[in-house]
């Protein structure tokens, strides 16, 4: 049977994440100033919220879908496949994934544990070198 690439380790995906936040708060914040110059108080909450939700949506299911990884998933040497096969996630895997990110972190505030969501979805997030080698060979070196 064959097995996608051990999953990266949590170094990795922190700046990866960080990376996705600062994208989607700074472009939800940007376009909702373009959009709205004059809005205040609620009316500019809830166009920065749903630019940034927006945002999000496009870099982590549509850059996943397309091109295996959020624009800081590809900024920091990762990618995401199945973790079954090592395969292209799907467009519906993607969007679960995406929907399950928002849960689990929430509860990682919540309940003060800072794991990560692991494989959900059924998808893994690898770094490129390891799947660059797992690719030529099928298997990991250090596995």
């Not at 472009?27 to 999000?56: E, I, K, M, Q, Y």
Request: proline letters at 2%; hydrophobic letters at 50%.
């Amino acid at each position: 049977m064959t097995t996608a690439p051990r999953e990266a380790d949590g170094g990795w995906l922190g700046g990866a994440v960080a990376t996705d936040a600062l994208l989607a708060l700074g472009v939800g914040f940007a376009v909702a100033r373009l959009v709205s110059p004059d809005a205040d108080g609620f009316l500019l909450a809830v166009g920065f919220f749903g630019c940034a939700l927006a945002t999000s949506f496009v870099n982590h299911v549509l850059g996943m879908w397309l091109l295996r990884g959020s624009v800081g998933k590809l900024l920091w040497g990762l990618r995401v496949v199945r973790a079954k096969d090592g395969g292209r996630p799907g467009f519906w895997r993607s969007v679960g994934r995406w929907l399950l990110g928002y849960v689990g972190f929430v509860l990682m505030v919540l309940l003060e544990d800072g794991d990560t969501i692991g494989e959900a979805c059924g998808l893994r997030t690898v770094r490129w070198r390891d799947l660059r080698q797992y690719a030529r060979y099928g298997y990991h070196r250090d596995a």
